[in-house]
């Protein structure tokens, strides 16, 4: 929609290519989201009872480091 033309099929754009486009920026623009709110307050402590903890075999939770690009990316354990 960059260009003003549907997109005519092919591989889909990775989430770090220019071309992607979160589905939650396109609805922000769509509701002329701001964008430049200032907090009030302080943050709020929030926990989620949940039993998906344990997702990994060795019961290790990730660990994310940006990398040189600017991306996330899991480090190696």
């Not at 929609?1 to 071309?19: D, R, Y």
């Not at 002329?32 to 344990?54: A, C, F, H, K, M």
């Amino acid at each position: 929609m960059n260009f003003g033309e549907l997109w005519k099929g092919g591989p889909l754009p990775t989430v770090s290519s220019p071309l992607y486009l979160p589905i939650a920026d396109e609805i922000a623009e769509r509701l002329d989201r701001p964008g430049d709110e200032i907090p009030q307050g302080d943050p709020w402590t929030v926990r989620i009872p949940t039993n998906l903890v344990r997702l990994r075999a060795d019961d290790q939770l990730p660990h994310w480091v940006q990398n040189t690009d600017g991306e996330w990316v899991e480090a190696p354990t």
